[in-house]
């Protein structure tokens, strides 16, 4: 899917969608400001980039309305269109199948996958597994190109309730349950992953692991040689917070980060 074996993969959050609280944009601004950031990242060199509706909060459990689905299908083509790059999606929280329905529109890579194996409790309330439903879903619709790649013990949630279940289980029963990538994070947005996390997945589970969070321009080094890939937002944006928008100079500095690690 990529050029390379560890890819970076930029992290669009498009603007609050119709219907959301702070929904201000028309979804022509909407489109024209995801298409800029989508330039940024392609002069910079990153390898592909994802789309996530991170400003909806607060977010609905398990699914969402046609509006949103809408919407994002049409950010998704024109994000496509204008990178020319790998590109996956991620619909909060927890709107799996219809993330994929607007990756399989849209001609996207992968969709990124809260609560694939095992449940938890997120601050929307329960997300339970939806392994099974989302990839006969998947076969339903013509959709087996579109990879699912599964967040293992995801950030901004409770995992008291399989406590007894480490990460590296959960990771080994994602693949079990026919997972193409895990994700692994720190606690929240912008936090590191724990290395011993790392570890203990790479010990049970044999697909790609992706870093969901966390990973800088200064701890890059330190991550390199333990993960296939790195999904990366704050650090991409002005004065490292999520909610702001890319930053080139950031990009550019992660990206040389990078070429030093290879």
């Given at each position: 899917m990529f050029s390379v074996s560890k890819p970076v993969i930029?992290?669009?959050?498009?603007?609050?969608?119709?219907?959301?609280?702070?929904?201000r944009a028309t979804m022509r601004e909407l489109e024209d400001a995801a298409v800029a950031e989508c330039a940024v990242y392609r002069e910079a060199g990153v390898h592909g980039v994802m789309l996530e509706n991170m400003h909806d909060v607060p977010y609905l459990r398990g699914g969402v309305g046609p509006e949103i689905t809408a919407?994002?299908?049409?950010?998704?083509?024109?994000?496509?269109?204008?990178?020319?790059?790998p590109c996956g999606i991620q619909i909060l929280a927890g709107a799996n199948h219809e993330a994929l329905a607007v990756a399989h529109a849209a001609g996207?890579?992968?969709v990124r996958v809260e609560g694939f194996a095992?449940?938890?409790?997120?601050d929307e309330g329960i997300i339970e597994s939806s392994a099974a439903s989302l990839l006969r879903f998947r076969r339903q619709i013509g959709a087996e190109r579109v990879q699912v790649w599964a967040d293992v013990k995801k950030k901004?949630?409770?995992h008291a309730i399989t406590a007894d279940v480490g990460i590296g289980e959960t990771a080994a029963a994602a693949e079990f349950m026919r997972a193409d990538a895990v994700i692994v994070t720190g606690a929240a947005t912008g936090a590191c992953a724990a290395e011993q996390?790392?570890?203990?997945?790479r010990g049970r589970c044999g697909l790609p692991l992706y870093l969901g969070s966390g990973v800088t321009a200064e701890n890059l080094p330190r991550y390199f040689a333990g993960a296939d890939g790195f999904i990366v937002g704050s650090e991409f944006k002005a004065g490292g917070r999520w909610s702001e928008g890319v930053?080139?100079?950031r990009v550019e500095r992660f990206i040389d980060a990078y070429a030093r690690c290879l």
């Open positions: 930029g992290m669009i959050h498009v603007g609050a969608l119709p219907g959301t609280p702070a929904s919407a994002m299908t049409v950010l998704a083509m024109a994000v496509r269109a204008a990178s020319g790059l996207l890579d992968w095992f449940a938890h409790v997120a901004h949630a409770s996390d790392i570890a203990e997945v930053d080139a100079s």
